[in-house]
């Protein structure tokens, strides 16, 4: 059961940047939650102290940025400066990626939405657009091409 755990540690450390960054300092703080023989603890503070650890984060986050910018690429060149910080704050609020386009696209979509009727975004043609191109997406899967 431990190996579990030990995947399950290091895909978390690759998902967080910022949490990799904190278990470099505080090692035995951030690893509390996990249930590891010493060996793994070993093995995992090696790799989270290793230089490739931020490649790892790095390409982790381009899979989940590549649906977002190839879906709604319209939106995101709408949404101008706040793309950058609603995409944190996406990642933050869903930390779990989801590798179908369709539903990574649509996750991000409907945390724009959200953001936009809590007031946190300013509403505009960002919903129009945003809606469009999630529509286009449907319809060019449903079509199969």
Known sequence: MSLQEFQRATAEFIASPERCVRAR????TEVVGFTLTDRERRRLQTILNDRGMSAN???YRINRLAPILEVLPRTWRLLGAAAEQELH?????YPDAVLQYAE???????WIEEQVASGELPAGPVLEVLRLELAAFSRQQSAGT
């Open 25 to 28: 300092a505080y090692f035995d």
């Open 57 to 59: 984060c790095m390409l």
């Open 89 to 93: 704050a996406f990642w933050r609020r």
């Open 104 to 110: 990574e696209a649509n996750r991000f979509g409907t």
